[in-house]
């Protein structure tokens, strides 16, 4: 058996989020559909820029959050995403390895600029995104190095990603490796458009048995089994995964493995602030209590508690340490 040295290897977007307060009719005069992701080019991204409010910058990215809240609850992570050698790139090194997460991606001066997204926030808490993937989208596979794929317990890869052809070849390698070397492979559907744009592409993946465990929204579960209930979407797709993980907003989380079965409602809050991030909270969480061996209902419990956290502030990164919230969950 190879040497686990990480819990968690996750591949996905290298993002500095840049984040602003917005009303609807803003959102509406740029045209924009409320809560959800678009793709945008460099200058659409400076444009955008000069009309939104006064911002707050964060590093983020999916698969980025992710790896921060399994850090947070003092799992061994590594991350593996593009960056070019400019400032925001800079400030994205920087803030990985300060959480004590391994990065050694290389900076490149060839990849344009590095990604961002101009994240709006409504006074709903919704938040609609708007994404330059820049130097993410360029992502090559001999960034995968496989003796750190094959030093992880579990690889996630950011459905996210899944669209520029260089990194999805980057997640093929990963998980070729993976298969070899006895790694789970997780992979997040990350958004509807994403499912939309590749539906047959994932439903390869799963019936050749490449993805162990994935996580979908209800929206997006429902998109890829292609009906409108969420309950025939977990029976169409729980038989072809071996776990399946379904987040429901306030209506809680399920997943399923074989015959069994665990679902857990949405942890109180005092106030909800920005939903950004939840979703990568809740994988960490999830992947947390995986790597762990805690079964379903304990991980979907600290997926739950992760999700909660991060929702009840700005920014799509904890700011409480997890490991403290997760109580005796974890022991």
């Known amino acids: 058996m190879p040497d686990r040295r990480f819990d968690v290897l996750a591949i996905g977007n290298a993002i500095v989020d840049v984040i602003a307060d917005a009303d609807d009719g803003f959102l509406e005069r740029e045209g924009m559909h409320k809560g959800g992701m678009r793709l945008i ?22 698969a980025a959050n992710t790896v921060a809240g399994l850090a947070s609850l003092g799992l061994a992570t590594s991350f593996i995403g593009q960056l070019a050698d400019d400032q925001l790139g800079g400030i994205f090194a920087h803030d990985i390895r300060s959480l004590g997460v391994d990065f050694g991606t290389a900076q490149r001066d060839d990849v344009g600029a590095t990604a961002r997204c101009l994240i709006l926030v409504t006074a709903d808490a919704q938040r609609t995104m708007n994404t330059f993937l820049g130097a993410a989208q360029m992502l090559g596979a001999n960034a995968v190095d496989p003796a750190d794929v094959a ?12 669209d520029p052809a260089d990194p ?4 093929y390698k990963a998980m070729d490796v993976a298969r070899d070397a006895g790694t789970k492979v997780a992979f997040t559907l990350s958004d509807s458009f994403v499912v939309d744009r590749h539906r047959a592409d994932l439903n390869r993946l799963l019936d050749e048995g490449r993805i162990d465990i994935l996580f979908a929204n209800q929206a997006e579960a429902e998109s ?19 776990t399946l993980v379904v987040t429901r907003s306030e209506h809680g989380a399920l997943a399923v493995r074989g015959g069994e079965r665990a679902d857990v409602p949405a942890e109180p809050i005092a ?61």
């Open 41 to 62: 080019d460099e200058a659409e991204a400076t444009r955008l820029y000069d009309a939104m409010g006064p911002a707050r910058e964060a590093s983020g990215g999916s």
């Open 168 to 171: 999805r070849a980057a997640m």
């Open 151 to 162: 030093a992880a317990s579990i690889l996630y890869l950011e459905g996210y990603l899944w």
């Open 271 to 331: 106030r909800l602030v920005d939903t950004t991030g939840a979703g990568d909270l809740f994988a960490a969480g999830f992947l947390a209590g995986e790597a762990r061996g805690l079964g379903l209902e304990r991980s979907l419990r600290l997926g739950a508690i992760c999700a909660a956290e991060v929702i009840q502030h700005y920014g799509a990164r904890p700011e409480t340490r997890l490991r403290a919230l997760a109580g005796d969950l974890l022991d």
């Open 224 to 242: 890829l089994a292609q009906t409108d209930d969420v309950e025939a979407a977990v029976t169409a797709l729980g038989g072809k995964v071996e």
